[in-house]
């Protein structure tokens, strides 16, 4: 896939597009084909940093020590004191959580976050994770981390071989959300068993947008034995 295919298929998106009363997420959608998801090696599912920010500002909470508490309020949307664990509900972890995109988490207190929260944000996919740079030492410059997240995406294929993912916002210029396009493409390409051979069709389409394909339809993938 070229960036100009991209482009050209961004131009169609936003003639299609009806007018809101918001900007609309553009969201890349990749489907798959040929791949085994009850094989861990053959699913999707790691974090990506793109070349640009997401036109929409990533909600972070913190769920921190005295140590990082100082840089957290400063830094963060949300911040969850670790001497406040305890009181804490189930219901009050649900409207934490519905009011995040991340979490980040003070290292050395990671079993006390995993005892009281994991079993809200775990199914939710949103346990504080080092893949993603999540997970920080008590020393750690927090406006770097959240710089970073506000770029990051997660991309996995949870229980269907599809990905989805928001590389941008009508607000944003076509070259950047290209290059966020681009760079998501490439990363899943890379890590397919058949690469190119494992994927049905690539759309892009705006939250309440007409989806556009782009690319070839590929070659039916053989079957593993």
Known sequence: ME???????????RKNAKKRKFSQ?????????GINLKKEEEKVNTFLTLPHERGK??????LVGQE???????????????????SLEKKDIR??????DFFIAQANIMTKIA??????????????????????????????????????VRLETKNEPTVKVPVGSEAMKDEDIADNVL?????????????RAN????????TMGKPVFLGEKQQPVEEKV
């Open 3 to 13: 960036k100009p295919e991209v482009l050209k298929a961004l131009q169609e998106v």
């Open 25 to 33: 997420s553009v969201d890349l959608v990749i489907n798959l084909k």
């Open 57 to 62: 500002k990533v909600r972070v909470t913190a």
């Open 68 to 86: 990082l508490m100082t840089k957290a309020k400063a830094a963060c949307n949300q911040v969850v004191m670790d001497d406040k664990f305890a």
């Open 95 to 100: 409207k934490i959580a519905a009011q995040s």
């Open 115 to 152: 005892s009281t929260f994991g079993k809200v944000l775990g199914p939710r996919g949103l346990m504080p994770n080092p893949k993603a740079g999540c997970v920080v030492a008590p020393a750690s410059d927090l406006k770097v981390v959240i710089e970073k997240l506000q770029k990051t």
């Open 183 to 195: 760079a998501v493409y490439n990363t899943i390409l890379a890590g397919l068993p058949q690469e």
């Open 199 to 206: 994927i049905k069709s690539v759309v892009l389409k705006l």
